[in-house]
């Protein structure tokens, strides 16, 4: 079973910025990609970002380009999103996902950007 754990969200002001954390519990090399998504309140969940691999660049939602960066560390077994100039809609619950055949998800972590 494959278990992820997000960390690192919290209360931050609008211009802020925040890195979380997702550390998986196997070997994130043997899974096909991983990304981040969200879930702001009363609306659906959305794609944030996806890595695939260390050598292709990650593809962002246009709404956090240029803002949003992934990056990962296969010795620790962890993806990360660093968030820069962070606007309030960018509130939300942010979710770690990993796939192979099975698709993997966090608990989440809660964001939240004051005005």
């Known amino acids: 079973q494959v278990h992820l754990v997000e960390s690192g969200g919290g209360l931050v002001q609008a211009g802020g910025s925040l890195t979380l954390s997702c550390v998986v519990s196997?070997?994130?090399?043997?899974?096909?990609?991983m990304a981040w998504h969200r879930q702001a309140p009363e609306k659906q969940r959305e794609l944030v970002g996806v890595?695939?691999?260390?050598?292709?660049?990650?593809d962002y939602v246009d709404s956090v380009k240029g803002r949003f960066s992934i990056s990962r560390d296969d010795k620790k077994n962890t993806i990360y999103l660093s968030m820069n100039n962070l606007k309030p809609e960018d509130t939300g619950i942010y979710y770690c996902?990993?796939?192979?055949?099975?698709?993997?998800w966090g608990q989440g972590t809660q964001v939240t950007v004051s005005s």
């Open positions: 996902q990993g796939w192979d055949q099975q698709v993997y």
């Open positions: 196997v070997n994130i090399t043997n899974l096909y990609g």
């Open positions: 890595i695939t691999s260390p050598t292709i660049t990650p």
